[in-house]
């Protein structure tokens, strides 16, 4: 844990993320409630998601990194650009259609999601590329 501002910053934009995935309006409040998406009806069960999927990606990035610089570096390219994938996927699906009607606040918070996912393996690759094998 060589730069715990990474980590207070993180955990910030998780409980962020968190209270705005548990606060959508009332056309939101009904597709929540609809499709039965129960781990975002309120903001103890939105923030345990979003800790979740975030303690994941920093335990997959962590042993990832045991594996070797050059099989890490590689891994981590592979999870960077499949999570900058579910980023813009996110950005578009949420950005139209029945989802743009969910409210702005929701709405972030679902593109925060994919968005820390890239946060936290781009930072993983930046400290596998960056470290040298002494």
Do not use: C
Not at 8 to 15: A, G, K, P, Q
Not at 29 to 51: H, Q
Not at 85 to 112: P, V, W
């Amino acid at each position: 844990m060589r730069n715990p501002f990474f980590y207070v910053l993180l955990l910030v934009l998780v409980v962020l993320d968190g209270w705005l995935l548990a606060h959508p309006n009332l056309i939101g409040r009904a597709g929540v409630f609809f499709f039965d998406y129960t781990y975002l009806e309120t903001f103890p069960e939105a923030l345990g998601t979003v800790a979740a999927v975030v303690a994941v990606a920093l335990l997959l990035s962590w042993a990832v990194r045991r594996f070797g610089q050059p099989v890490a570096i590689v891994i981590l390219t592979g999870l960077l650009a499949a999570s900058a994938f579910y980023l813009f996927q996110s950005f578009t699906q949420y950005n139209q259609g029945i989802y743009k009607l969910t409210g702005a606040g929701f709405r972030a918070g679902a593109i925060l999601l994919p968005g820390l996912l890239v946060l936290v393996f781009g930072k993983a690759l930046w400290d596998a590329v960056s470290s040298r094998k002494r």
